[in-house]
T-cell receptor, first 113, second 113 residues
Framework: SQTIHQWPATLVQPVGSPLSLECTVE??????LYWYRQAAGRGLQLLFY??????ISSEVPQNLSASRPQDRQFILSSKKLLLSDSGFYLC????????????FGQGTRLTVV | AQSVTQPDIHITVSEGASLELRCNYS??????LFWYVQSPGQGLQLLLK??????LVQGIKGFEAEFKRSQSSFNLRKPSVHWSDAAEYFC???????????FGKGTRLSVIA
């Protein structure tokens, strides 16, 4: 069966520090991969998605970037964190067409101080 | 582009009472529709989905939802709520193809004794 791993579960980082969140999927090949951010009262905001290695679509221009170095690995990064980057970050995957059901990881709570 | 509206930010129901969470979507063609549930600090779990066919779909945990094209709605229902149903619920719409799911802002459900 397919599983998705996302780490770390919680992270406290100072303003201006770098960020790297990792997500890996097991049990499937060539998944579509997504990064969402969830802020209180604002629902899920799609940040990036990828349909293949090295293919990244950015939905919202901001202080973050994403990379997909391997088929089942998706990384969210920042060179310098801002206070506004605080939130709950969720990785998800799907197969087939992108606009079908997605399966989520357990999320990373990022607090920028 | 698709959009989703969940009109209720927070709903409180008594244990054993019936539940209906509202979801309205905007999309020109037949959408793919989903309901997800999120417990505090956790990822999202898929409750049910509608792609085509019978407009009343059954999901996990005793939930069901009805697709009404004329009202552009996909409301989630449960006949008898349990305390463990307290969580946040998200409606999502997909167009298939290369466009990722679009989520509503969520409805937080509280269950009282």
């Amino acid at each position: 069966s397919q599983t998705i791993h996302q780490w770390p579960a919680t992270l406290v980082q100072p303003v201006g520090s770098p960020l790297s969140l990792e997500c890996t999927v097991e049990g499937t090949s060539n998944p579509n991969l997504y990064w969402y951010r969830q802020a209180a009262g604002r629902g899920l905001q799609l940040l990036f998605y990828s349909v293949g290695i090295g293919q990244i679509s950015s939905e919202v221009p901001q202080n973050l970037s994403a990379s997909r170095p391997q088929d089942r690995q998706f990384i969210l990064s920042s060179k310098k964190l801002l206070l506004s980057d605080s939130g709950f970050y969720l990785c998800a995957w799907s197969v087939g067409v992108v606009g079908t059901e997605a399966f989520f990881g357990q999320g990373t709570r990022l607090t920028v101080v | 582009a698709q959009s989703v509206t969940q009109p209720d930010i927070h709903i409180t129901v008594s244990e054993g009472a019936s539940l209906e969470l509202r979801c309205n979507y905007s999309y020109g063609a037949t959408p793919y529709l989903f309901w997800y549930v999120q417990s505090p600090g956790q990822g999202l779990q898929l409750l049910l989905k509608y792609f085509s066919g019978d407009t009343l779909v059954q999901g996990i945990k005793g939930f069901e939802a009805e697709f009404k094209r004329s009202q552009s709605s996909f409301n989630l229902r449960k006949p008898s709520v349990h305390w463990s149903d307290a969580a946040e619920y998200f409606c999502a719409v997909g167009a298939g193809g290369v466009t990722p799911l679009v989520f509503g802002k969520g409805t937080r459900l509280s269950v009282i004794a």
